[in-house]
């Protein structure tokens, strides 16, 4: 089930239990804080197992016609049970309700470390194309991949 999310000290502890999860995408302590912090003031979804949060994806306006996915994680446990694409229905559809054209994500371009090349391929099932790589954005370590989708 997924749920939209308004209060903002559940939006922290969502974000929070669910990227502590994931140390192999969100491992740094102060960037992971960043999130947990920032997702709180932004549209929130939040994907429930039994009444347990379990994943979230959040909405972060880039233009007047663009919603980023600002961040998105779902629990190791869960992964590959569709959640993941459950969640971005749920963004998509609430984009869509606003306005918006298209959607975008940043990650880390493809072929340089496995879960993200993971997250790279949900990315492109779910109808996402690259569109830019911008090898310095984050960190040479770190090439930032964007991709976008149309919102129809």
Not at 76 to 82: A, E, G, L, P, S
Not at 112 to 129: S, V
Request: some cysteine; hydrophobic content about 35%.
């Amino acid at each position: 089930m997924i749920r939209e999310i308004t209060d903002t000290t559940t939006k922290k502890e969502i974000a929070k239990k669910v990227l502590e999860d994931l140390p192999e995408w969100f491992g740094i302590p102060e960037y992971t804080q960043m999130y947990i912090e920032q997702s709180s003031l932004m549209p929130f979804f939040a994907a429930y197992v039994e009444d347990e949060p379990v994943g979230f994806i959040v909405l972060k306006e880039t233009s007047s016609h663009t919603a980023e996915i600002y961040c998105m994680g779902v629990m190791k446990k869960y992964h590959r049970q569709q959640l993941g694409k459950k969640l971005l229905c749920a963004f998509e559809e609430f984009a869509k309700t606003k306005g918006y054209k298209l959607i975008q994500v940043k990650t880390v371009q493809y072929g340089k470390y496995e879960e993200y090349d993971r997250t790279n391929l949900f990315y492109r099932a779910m109808g996402f194309y690259e569109l830019e790589v911008f090898p310095t954005l984050w960190d040479e370590h770190n090439p930032c991949q964007i991709l976008v989708k149309p919102i129809l």
